[in-house]
């Protein structure tokens, strides 16, 4: 066993922030064309995680698949994948319901495999190439990560692993990810591989919306 890296991030602070992964409508949507069982569900906690983390002075930061209309991603094209979030198009729009408060870095964008919000691969040779999420996150002085979206055995796991590797202390919360389950458990594997990595698995009850009172928060 590793050492413990860090503590669970359920109290945020003005050095943690909230890597949103993929909340799109060709994900949460249930019309979607890579529809995520359940997906639409991760969108009031993760707007809870969002409010909480705006309180206490974190940053959000949002990631957004981006692809072509042809791309060796797609099934049609030799890849894996129905296809999904081509750029421009209803599919690709970030979730109606999903509070955006923070830059949203888009990845796939020139036919890449964009499983992580941090690098993107080229599916032919291999290649990978940095994304600014890591300049974004440094620049803004963040030393530890809270990730939730979809989907946990792909995009959400390959951020958070990334993320890991780059030695930020990370922490995935389950109550705001959902699995594709391309096959039965994808998304309980994902969790082990996450834990073996060093990232934290929450897996609390979703934070509560802050209270809100009379006069309006102001941002």
């Known amino acids: 066993m590793g050492p413990r890296y860090h503590r669970t991030v359920r109290s945020y602070d003005p050095a943690t922030a909230l890597i949103v992964v993929d909340v799109q409508n060709d994900f ?7 529809s995520v069982s359940g997906g639409a569900e991760v969108i009031p906690v993760i707007n809870a995680e969002i409010e909480a983390a705006l309180a206490a002075g974190a940053k959000v930061f949002y990631t957004q698949d981006w692809h072509p209309r042809s791309t060796p991603h797609f099934e049609k094209d030799g890849g894996l994948w129905p296809v999904h979030c081509v750029a421009h198009t209803w599919g690709a729009e970030l979730h109606p319901g999903l509070r955006v408060a923070g830059p949203v ?20 040779t291999g290649e990978t190439r940095p994304t600014e999420l890591d300049d974004l996150l440094k ?14 055995d792909y995009c959400v796991r390959a951020t958070a692993l990334d993320g890991r590797a780059r030695g930020y202390p990370t922490t995935v919360l389950a109550a705001g990810v959902r699995a594709v ?12 591989e996450l834990r073996a990595a060093g990232v934290e698995v929450d897996e609390r009850s979703p934070q509560r919306p802050p209270a809100h009172h009379d006069s309006p928060r102001g941002d």
Do not use: C, H, I, M
């Open 28 to 34: 949460a949507d249930p019309a979607g064309g890579l």
């Open 105 to 124: 870095v888009r990845k796939g964008v020139n036919g890449e495999d964009g499983y992580s919000g941090f690098t993107t691969r080229d599916p032919e």
């Open 139 to 152: 620049a803004a002085g963040v030393q530890q990560l809270v990730v939730a979206g979809l989907a946990t």
């Open 181 to 192: 389950d391309l096959e039965p458990g994808d998304g309980e594997k994902a969790f082990a």
